[in-house]
């Protein structure tokens, strides 16, 4: 399976959840109103706006399509040699 990484820039989220409503398994808002990263629903080694995911080519595009809606761009994605895959540069 492929692996990302997966992260928030907490400085930029605002809180705005879309990321939350399309990848609930990925994206969960903490209490300072922020994404969280979860790994497929589970917050193994604590929380973190940072991780490694394992995912499927399904999930991969799901989280995607999360990173996409966030109107701030707040969500960065990186393969796993470190090619920055979202946002495009
Ligand atoms: S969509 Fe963007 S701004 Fe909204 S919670 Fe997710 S990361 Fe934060």
Redo the contacts with the bound molecule.
Sequence with gaps: MPKIRVR?DED?????????TIAPET?Q?NEDN??WVLDHGEEPGGSTYERWLEVTEDEKENILLGAQ????L??FIYEEDGTQIFPEM
């Design positions: 928030v930029l989220c605002i809180g705005a959840a879309s990321c939350v994206f808002l922020k994404a809606s966030c109107p701030t707040a969500i």
